[in-house]
């Protein structure tokens, strides 16, 4: 190879490898503001309310046993009768538990850091059926009951909007604070004064639960049969959690998503008994499904991915730089090199800082704008042509308008990325297809005069 053609090259390179270091301050920055914004969402969410998890009711009921036993003494022999009383709690669930939502959201500003609110009005319904003795078949005259009642898990109480009035078998009962139960921890519950656990009832439930809440709401299916419906206008929702709906149909204006479990799906009468009894809480704290209100693809994760492609764009630029060079025989100081890899990788920085302030669409079009202009005039004198210039910077355009596109089309950046590569490579392989590369640097010999 040419001497004076490995030195060109291995200077290109030596200026791809610089221009990394301020791409990577760039990367550090993108990493930093998006951690700040973090910080100051979860401040919001601490001064209002955050995600909230809704699990229940639950119908309670402590209770106090006899035991006794028998036992012999040990120095006379003589059997006698030992009894001790212990305290426990019943738990049933309801046979069937429906719950119909609603939510609006909100944005909440903090400097120039948003955070989204959601305000959920859920109608919630079901009945329990109580068997006959709470279901005891054994010593059930050893057993002392206290008043039972009805348990609802919240979070996060302070996002609860509404006065509680649960209605009971047509009767309405005030809730109180607390969900007056460790395995619910915080919550609100409804003193239940008739309870028949003699004969066995039926109760017939229905509440209404207006809640704020952060970022995700999460719903514990805790019904023989449960059914969930939650309808939003917002566009963008992330159904999460161990079960996802059985319907749902997510548009532009909107979504609309049904869940539909059984015990036979959630086990969870089962997991209910482990945790009350065994301390083995792993699979009850599981057992739940959600939806998501945060924005699946933000302005940083975005331009987090744009970085990723600029070592791309400035390798595709260099090489047009080359082949001006080589085709043309036009001579383009590493100097000049240096001076558009870094008006390139401006552009990263002026996207971050745009897109907090602007849609990313918005930020994006102004830094492609921006740089595009500033590269076309500049290579206009530096490619001794306006046309040159122009044509330069339509062919960066075009690059800029891929990169959005791959951007955008997330399932199918791969595919479009190596489509790009290999077609850019095949455009470069058929115009250098006769070049004499041996050639390449030397300077052309003149005729005999």
């Known amino acids: 190879m040419n001497r004076n053609l490995a030195i060109k090259l291995g200077v290109i390179a030596l200026l791809m490898a610089l221009l990394m270091i301020p791409l990577l301050m760039i990367g550090g920055m993108v990493s930093d503001r998006q951690t700040l914004r973090d910080s100051v969402l979860a401040d919001i969410a601490r001064s209002s309310s955050g995600e909230q998890h809704l699990t229940g009711p639950f119908l309670v009921v402590p209770y106090r046993k006899t035991l006794r036993e028998w036992k012999t003494h040990e120095k006379t022999g ?8 212990i305290r426990s709690r019943l738990y049933f669930l309801p046979e069937q538990f429906q719950l119909n939502g609603n939510v609006v959201t909100e944005e909440r500003k903090r400097g120039i850091y948003q955070a989204r609110l959601y305000h959920s009005d859920n109608q919630i319904s079901g009945h329990f059926q109580l068997p006959a003795q709470y279901g005891i078949t054994e010593n059930y005259a050893d057993y002392r009951f206290e008043p039972a009642f009805l348990s609802v ?6 996002g609860i909007e509404n006065d509680l009035k649960l209605r009971l078998n047509g009767t309405d009962l005030p809730f109180a604070a607390g969900s007056a139960d460790r395995l619910l921890t915080n919550g609100v519950h409804a003193p ?7 004969n066995g009832q039926r109760l017939e439930f229905a509440f209404n639960l207006k809640l704020q809440g952060t970022g995700q709401l999460w719903v514990t299916p805790v019904g023989r049969e449960t059914k969930v419906q939650l ?5 963008h929702p992330s159904f999460v959690g161990e079960f ?3 319907k749902r149909d997510v548009t532009d204006t909107g979504f609309l ?3 539909q479990t059984s015990f036979f799906a959630t086990n969870f009468a089962e997991v209910l008994d482990d945790c009350a009894n065994d301390n083995n809480c792993d699979a009850y704290n599981s057992r739940e499904f959600g939806v998501s209100f945060v924005d699946p693809v933000d302005q940083y994760l975005k331009t987090d991915r744009a970085i990723k492609y600029a070592l791309l764009f400035i390798a595709l630029t260099f090489a047009g ?3 001006f060079e080589v085709l043309k025989r036009l001579a383009v100081h590493p100097v000049q ?12 920085l002026l996207l971050l800082s745009l897109s907090e302030h602007l849609p990313f669409a918005s930020a994006y079009a102004i830094a492609a704008v921006a740089c595009v202009s500033l590269l076309g005039v500049y290579l206009a004198a530096v490619l001794k042509s306006a046309l040159r210039g122009l044509g330069f910077g339509a062919a960066l355009a075009a690059l800029y308008a891929m990169l959005y596109g791959l951007l955008r089309a997330e399932d199918y950046a791969l595919l479009m990325g190596s489509l790009l590569v290999f077609g850019l490579l095949a455009g470069v392989m058929l115009l250098t297809r006769k070049l004499d590369w041996y050639g390449v640097g030397k300077p052309e010999v003149s005729g005999a005069v």
């Open 153 to 158: 898990g919240i979070s996060d109480i302070r």
């Open 257 to 259: 998503a049904d869940w």
């Open 78 to 85: 003589v059997r006698y009768l030992e009894e001790r009383e």
């Open 192 to 198: 239940l004064p008739n309870v028949d656990g003699v």
């Open 231 to 235: 309808s939003s206008k917002w566009p």
């Open 337 to 348: 090199y240096g001076l558009v890899g870094l008006a390139l990788a401006l552009f990263y």
């Open 321 to 323: 730089f080359f082949l």
């Open 244 to 246: 996802l709906p059985v």
